[in-house]
């Protein structure tokens, strides 16, 4: 089939209700998985996530006039790890109907997200699941999920890349599936969030998207979807990418600015942006060949600097998590060095919901970081029961 019936069949199925290609994923089943059976697909009709043109931000904070936003944590578990999950649960549920007793469960190690999703769809499905999650280093939110959700949850003494490593043994000794983003199954999934791009922009490639980085698996796959459109014909280019980076955990960033010519995995840091915590990515190589391929670039950004993007941006009626505020940063110092025109289209990929990281929010905007000015912070006012002392305020405030 040319390009011509590949986008006329995506643009048809596109948020509609027909089973199951209402989702964002599986109105590209195809591209995705073509042979398993619509009975065995496991989908929350993820994926339709949101391009919100980021008109004020970009007008007002970096002079920009065509700066978007992809906003995937606008999904049933509030992250991009659902576009990932569904094609491997339902590979997953396939091979436990036409051959049970092959797989008993599933299992992954994760800094919050992956366990949310892989919960919430083994659960639809039935099938057991099992989560690795480093103790005391994710958000309430991320570990009432996977718990909610039914999950065989183990809090474990270690940081994810322990986790990793014991998750790996295991499944190397059981009939337990690894979930993690080394399978590609994920990224079979996640490659669709490029594909919705370009339909969203009705197949104009953007110049420029941001992604923020931990175990790189997503970089990957946005660059495999980008370059599946271009290598099928539906467009002739692919977008530059940038790897955004926490400066707390940034093998990446260090391995690019020595070209490319080592690679050293480093030891991880506390950070905000948790769910890229990770100081030993799994899926290195290929990140570093999507970067290679599409000119690519790695930024980095401190802890300060991502909570200050994301809450500068949230003043603007986003409501970013730290991770999306990591990519802020980046591109904010991409065009302060004019790597990034002023008029260059482009997409930052907002990794997950702003509602699952409320607690760095309430502690930034109460100025309780230490070491942090929290610059624009907006804490409530107390004021007293009484008319007079409410239009003060409200006279100090805003003139009237």
Request: some cysteine; proline content about 5%.
């Amino acid at each position: 089939y040319g390009p011509t019936y590949w986008k006329a069949l995506f643009d048809e199925r596109a948020g509609r209700t027909t089973w199951p290609y209402g989702s964002g994923v599986w109105s590209k089943k195809e591209w995705v998985l073509p042979t398993i059976p619509d009975e065995h697909i496991v989908s929350m009709f993820e994926g339709n996530s949101n391009l919100f043109w980021a008109e004020r931000f970009g007008r007002e904070s970096l002079g920009m006039s065509d700066l978007w936003v992809k906003q995937c944590g606008n999904s049933h578990t509030g992250s991009f790890k659902d576009l990932g999950m569904t094609a491997l649960v339902s590979q997953v549920n396939h091979i436990r109907n036409i051959r049970p007793g092959t797989i008993s469960a599933v299992g992954c190690a994760s800094t919050g997200d992956t366990s949310a999703a892989l919960s919430a769809y083994c659960a639809a499905a039935d099938i057991p699941s099992i989560v690795f999650l480093p103790a005391d280093k994710i958000s309430l939110a991320q570990l009432v999920q996977p718990i909610a959700n039914g999950a065989c949850v183990l809090s474990i003494d270690t940081d994810f890349d322990g986790c990793m490593k014991l998750i790996r043994e295991v499944t190397a000794e059981t009939p337990i599936y690894l979930a993690n983003s080394m399978n590609s199954l994920r990224l079979e999934g996640q490659k669709t969030a490029a594909i919705e791009i370009l339909q969203q922009f009705d197949w104009e490639v953007p110049d420029w998207v941001i992604i923020p980085g931990g175990n790189l698996g997503n970089v990957y796959a946005f660059y495999k979807g980008f370059q599946m459109a271009k290598d099928l014909g539906l467009v002739t280019s692919i977008p530059r990418m940038v790897v955004a980076q926490a400066q707390n955990a940034n093998p990446l960033y260090k391995a690019f600015q020595n070209s490319y010519q080592n690679f050293e995995a480093v030891k991880a840091s506390t950070t905000f942006a948790s769910a890229i915590q990770i100081g030993d990515p799994v899926s290195i190589d290929r990140a570093i060949l999507a970067l290679k391929a599409s000119n690519g670039i790695v930024e980095e950004a401190s802890e300060e600097e991502l909570m200050d993007a994301a809450a500068r941006a949230d003043l603007t009626g986003m409501f970013n998590c730290p991770h999306t505020g990591v990519a802020l940063a980046a591109l904010t110092k991409l065009r302060d060095r004019g790597v990034i025109g002023k008029t260059d289209r482009t997409v930052v990929v907002s990794t997950a919901h702003g509602l699952k990281f409320t607690q760095s929010k309430v502690a930034y905007h109460a100025k309780e970081i230490p070491g942090m000015a929290s610059t624009y912070a907006n804490p409530p006012t107390p004021v007293k029961d009484d008319i007079g002392a409410v239009m003060d305020v409200l006279q100090s405030k805003f003139n009237i």
